[in-house]
């Protein structure tokens, strides 16, 4: 008959079943849940449930910083308060230290345990670093309110932690966005020398092609939309404004009044200039009657002139209504609150421009100037609708500088060429000539290399 074994050894065997056992179902709970939260949380419960823990917190390391992954409680810790806190801190103790930090400690020589002790508040608490591929991973805090955790429960934790490590590793790695994963994967390959070195020669060549492939150059700046031709109304006499029928971005018709003058003096000066030319008719016939040759001559002089102040009159009474030469809309000139008010001969009172023919100004930089001719095309976005740019040409380039908001510009006049409908002038955006072809480089640096250039000269070097 075989001999039964002797009691301590059969003590070991059933303690190290247990410690499988344990470390199994804690695998197992990991490799059932696909999520990293649920897996943490899983492992938390498990191990809660084997060592009779009131807690099990599990942390992993972003960077140089702990993130709370899953807990044992309902509740998951929040990082506000200073319960989660007082979590990571004791995980922070044991990952700074290397080694498994319990509270009360169990060695002669304990390591150093503040944060368990202020974490385990009258009980015991234990934390557990996280290693995985021989890096630091995480770490595991345990807490609990009754005895304090024996040498082998804090070695079965050990177990867990070593074989649940890796696992949390890979599923964190799956979850972590795929910036991160591309950096790791890059540190991983370059982690020799030669490697780094063979890489950065590589990079450069690649830097070195992409900087010499030609690219389309296009010179961009402010541009705005204005009338083929824009027409002022002015007052052709003195007066009173009485009346406006249109404001700005109304759409008129040629011919129609776009407001009225007062006209009242008009009516009496052509009323009264009738009067004097009957009166000199008149005279003018007694005359002829008489024979009066000389009042005659005297009569129908002053007959014409009174005649000509009548046409005047008739002239400014007419010219007393304001009327659109053509068919456009009212870009400037809003009449409507000024009734009533005096008007200046020659003032003007309205701008008009056509509605479907336009011109574009361009604002182009005094450093691009050269490199813009007419006959160029290019395109405009407008600031009211960037998603539907205009095509246009370029047709004449002002050959004065302009100073403005800091800085000098040529105005170059282009013509769109895509009919729209609902442009209006005075719209305004960003317009992209294209002038050519220059390699990647020289349209990075180009700028840069000027401005040196006159920094250079500035400085008589």
């Known amino acids: 008959m075989d001999k039964a074994p002797p009691p301590l050894l ?10 499988s056992e344990a470390v199994l ?3 197992a709970a990991l490799l059932a849940r696909p999520r990293l939260a649920e897996a943490a949380t899983a492992l938390a419960v498990e191990l ?4 009779k823990c009131r807690r099990v917190s599990v942390a992993l390391l972003e960077g140089e910083r702990l993130r709370i992954a ?4 309902a509740n998951a810790l929040d990082t506000r308060h200073d319960a989660a806190a007082a979590v990571l801190a004791a995980m922070h103790e044991a990952l700074d230290q290397g080694q498994s930090v319990p509270w009360p400690p169990l060695a002669t020589h304990p390591p150093v345990s503040l944060a368990q002790r202020e974490l385990a508040a009258g009980g015991s608490a234990c934390s557990i670093p996280l290693v995985a591929d021989r890096k630091r991973a995480g770490a595991l805090a345990l807490e609990r309110d009754g005895d304090p955790f024996t040498p082998g429960e804090l070695a079965l934790a050990e177990d867990v932690a070593s074989f649940a490590a890796p696992l949390l590793a890979l599923q964190q790695l799956a979850a972590s966005p795929w910036h991160k994963r591309s950096a790791r994967w890059l540190r991983e390959r370059l982690a ?5 070195r063979s890489a950065w020669a590589a990079g450069l060549v690649a830097v070195a092609v992409l900087l010499a492939v030609p690219f389309p150059w296009r010179v961009s700046a402010p541009a705005r939309l204005e009338g083929s031709v824009q027409r002022a109304v002015a007052a052709a006499t003195d007066g009173f404004l009485q009346q406006a029928n249109v404001r700005p971005g109304d759409l008129v018709k040629a011919g129609q009044v776009l407001a009225q003058l007062s006209s009242q003096d008009l009516e009496l000066e052509r009323k009264r200039r009738e009067s004097e030319l009957r009166q000199n008719e008149n005279a003018y016939r007694a005359a002829e009657a008489r024979s009066d040759r000389t009042q005659m001559v005297i ?10 102040m009548l046409s005047l009159a008739e002239t400014q009474l007419e010219r007393s209504q304001l009327v659109a030469p053509f068919d456009g809309v009212v870009i400037k000139g809003d009449l409507s609150q000024n009734l009533g008010a005096p008007v200046q001969k020659g003032e003007v009172l ?8 336009f011109r574009l100004i361009v604002e182009v930089d005094e450093a691009d ?10 395109q405009l976005a407008l600031a009211a609708r960037p998603e539907q740019p205009i095509r246009f040409v370029t047709r004449r380039i002002v050959p004065v500088a302009t100073a403005a908001d800091g800085r000098n510009y040529f105005e170059v006049e282009g013509t769109p060429l895509d009919a729209q409908t609902d442009l209006r002038p005075g719209l305004s955006g960003v317009a992209k000539i294209e002038v050519g072809q220059q390699s990647l480089g020289w349209l990075l640096f180009h700028r840069a290399a000027a401005w040196l250039r006159l920094a250079v000269w500035t400085v008589a070097l």
Request: glycine share 6%; proline share 6%.
């Open 70 to 73: 899953g807990s044992s409680q």
């Open 25 to 27: 179902r804690c695998q």
């Open 350 to 357: 309205m701008v008009l421009s056509p509605s479907a023919s």
């Open 369 to 378: 100037i050269a490199a813009v001719q007419p006959g160029q095309q290019g």
């Open 10 to 19: 059969a003590a070991v065997a059933v303690a190290t079943a247990t410690a």
């Open 299 to 308: 009569n129908q002089a002053k007959a014409a002139e009174t005649q000509a």
């Open 48 to 51: 809660a449930e084997i060592l």
């Open 192 to 196: 020799t020398p030669s490697r780094k």
